[in-house]
């Protein structure tokens, strides 16, 4: 069976710290790889999409940046964390072609 | 580009009663369409999909939903609402499930 792994599952930064949030999948391969972030009113807002090693579709300009340096492992990362980076953030994946998303734990990010 | 609104960010309904999420879609391409439901503290669940097939879909739990191009609504019902169906309902869409676009999300809650 498949299972993701996301973590940690909370992290307190200072303002203008690094920020390194991993995620892996396991029992797949080739998956889909998704990290969102989560607000309150306002959903799920898609961050950045994967379809393989290297590949990473970024869907809003931020300072927030993905990397997929293997098949089923996906990092968001920042150089200097703003306060507005605060929130839930959600890594996801699926098989190529299916339709279901399936999610992880998450990470509450708070950013002082 | 795709987009979904969900009209209400709230919905209030007492136990017994029927319940109706409103959902409005944008999408260059024929979208697919989903719920998800998210249960305080818990992760997302898929409820029901929509991928061009009937157009009145059913789920789990009693919802259904169905699909009106001309209106470009996909709307979440249940005939009549339990106390376990208080959460926060997404409507997601879709094109060639590449990318999934969230909704705002409506917080349903069911008074005794």
């Known amino acids: 069976s498949q299972t993701i792994h996301q973590w940690p599952a909370t992290l307190v930064q200072p303002v203008g710290s690094p920020l390194s949030l991993e995620c892996t999948v396991e029992g797949t391969s080739n998956p889909n790889l998704y990290w969102y972030r989560q607000a309150a009113g306002r959903g799920l807002q898609l961050l950045f999409y994967s379809v393989g090693i290297g590949q990473i579709s970024s869907e809003v300009p931020q300072n927030l940046s993905a990397s997929r340096p293997q098949d089923r492992q996906f990092i968001l990362s920042s150089k200097k964390l703003l306060l507005s980076d605060s929130g839930f953030y959600l890594c996801?994946?699926?098989?190529?072609?299916?339709?279901?998303?399936?999610f992880g734990s998450g990470t509450q990010l708070s950013v002082l | 580009a795709q987009s979904v609104t969900q009209l209400d960010s709230h919905v209030s309904v007492s136990e017994g009663t029927p319940v109706l999420l409103r959902c409005n879609y944008s999408?260059?391409?024929?979208?697919?369409l989903f719920w998800y439901v998210q249960h305080p503290n818990k992760g997302l669940q898929l409820l029901l999909k929509y991928t061009s097939a009937a157009t009145l879909v059913k789920g789990i739990n009693g919802f259904e939903a169905e699909f009106k191009k001309s209106e470009t609504s996909f709307h979440l019902t249940k005939p009549s609402a339990h106390m376990s169906d208080a959460a926060e309902y997404f409507c997601?869409?879709?094109?060639?499930?590449?990318?999934?676009?969230f909704g705002s999300g409506t917080k349903l809650n069911v008074k005794p």
């Open positions: 999408s260059s391409y024929s979208p697919s």
């Open positions: 997601v869409v879709s094109a060639l499930f590449s990318k999934f676009y």
């Open positions: 996801a994946w699926k098989f190529w072609g299916s339709e279901k998303l399936f």
